[in-house]
């Protein structure tokens, strides 16, 4: 069974300090990985995209890495401001022809305190 | 703002009634998703459509249906309500069909069911 699983489950940090999301998946095979930023009762928003061949992806003060050899995913996260403050969740593309679903983590709840 | 809008944003219904949730997805997108996230849970995939036909199935009850329409908006119909079924429920869309695709999610509907 597909899976995707998101540690840790929650996490404290003080503002401007860095944290880094793991995710660790079973999807298989694959077609991309991708970083969704959840504000709360919100729709989430793409932080970044990549396929199997990519082993880095930024997007500002956000920075994702895929090692597809471990099926390990991790959100690194730079000079943490009280808006990053949000669930981050990791979702997993399939690659078989035709199928469009899409597994999803259960997302890492950050909160940036002062 | 992602393109995709959803209405309404809140409903509040009582148990047994019947509902219907409005997506209109980005221009230029043929496909729409609906997604179903209970308080402190997970995106739950429900069902897909493109260009007017139905894609993929979730784990969508018996008592929702959606369809697509030839304007390639959307509606999510949810009868019978329960009580498990207070929710957000998210629509996304996707210019083409298969995961590979990049979802841009709508700001969702608040589903309350007293």
């Known amino acids: 069974k597909n899976q995707v699983e998101q540690s840790p489950q929650s996490l404290i940090i003080l503002e401007g300090k860095n944290c880094t999301l793991q995710?660790?998946?079973?999807?298989?095979?694959?077609?991309?990985l991708r970083w969704y930023k959840q504000d709360t009762g919100r729709g989430p928003v793409s932080l970044t995209i990549?396929?199997?061949?990519?082993n880095t992806k930024s997007n500002g003060r956000y920075t994702a890495t895929l090692d597809a050899d471990t099926k390990q995913s991790s959100l690194h996260i730079t000079a943490s401001q009280l808006s990053d403050s949000a669930s981050y969740i990791c979702?997993?593309?399939?690659?078989?022809?035709?199928?469009?679903?899409?597994?999803f983590g259960t997302g890492t709840r950050l909160q940036v305190t002062l | 703002d992602s393109g995709v809008t959803q209405t309404p944003k809140h409903l509040i219904t009582a148990t047994g009634q019947r509902v219907t949730l409005r997506c209109s997805p980005r221009s230029g997108d043929l496909s729409v998703y609906w997604y179903q996230q209970s308080l402190d849970q997970g995106l739950q995939f429900l069902i897909q459509?493109?260009?007017?036909?139905?894609?993929a199935k979730g784990n969508i009850l018996e008592r929702f249906s959606a369809q697509q329409f030839p304007d390639l908006h959307s509606e999510l119909n949810l009868s019978s309500l329960e009580l498990g079924d207070s929710a957000l429920y998210f629509c996304a869309s996707s210019r083409g069909p298969t995961g590979s695709y990049e979802q841009y999610f709508g700001p969702g509907t608040r589903l309350t069911v007293t």
């Open positions: 979702v997993v593309a399939p690659n078989t022809g035709t199928a469009s679903k899409l597994t």
């Open positions: 995710c660790n998946y079973t999807v298989s095979p694959f077609s991309n």
């Open positions: 459509y493109y260009n007017g036909e139905e894609r």
């Open positions: 990549m396929t199997f061949s990519e």
